[in-house]
Nanobody, 127 residues
Framework: QVQLGESGGGSVQAGGSLRLSCEAS????????VGWFRQAPGKSREGLAM?????????DYADSVRGRFTINLGNTKNTVYLQMTSVKAEDSGMYYC???????????????????WGRGTQVTVSS
């Protein structure tokens, strides 16, 4: 059974850092496109970053987080991190990881491309 689980959320002050983790299990392949998404109350789900977990490990970022957030793999390849730095109040929201099999398609991080989702972890940034 395919499962994704996020952890690492919490409260952080503006300008601070936080690292989120996504653990993937049940996939029959280690070659996945894994993405991180954010949804704030009353807003649509926003794609933030994605990574191909195999081969060239290509990454893509939304303009809103490029240069501040980094997506990378853990040692086991079943774990994908989202390192958040210089966080802002507008970074608050529920953070989800999502995945699909194979290499990442295109450069846009589109939530409808991802069939597998975790339950999310809450991030609150205080100013």
């Amino acid at each position: 059974q395919v499962q994704l689980g996020e952890s690492g959320g919490g409260s952080v002050q503006a300008g601070g850092s936080l690292r989120l983790s996504c653990e993937a299990s049940g996939f029959t392949t280690s070659a996945l496109c894994v993405g991180w998404f954010r949804q704030a109350p009353g807003k649509s789900r926003e794609g933030l970053a994605m990574i191909f977990t195999h081969g060239n490990r290509r990454t893509d970022y939304a303009d809103s987080v490029r240069g501040r957030f980094t997506i990378n793999l853990g040692n086991t390849k079943n774990t994908v991190y989202l390192q958040m730095t210089s966080v802002k109040a507008e970074d608050s929201g529920m953070y989800y990881c999502a995945a699909y099999r194979g290499s990442c398609r295109g450069e846009q991080i589109v939530h409808s491309d991802f069939p597998y989702w975790g339950r999310g972890t809450q991030v609150t940034v205080s100013s």
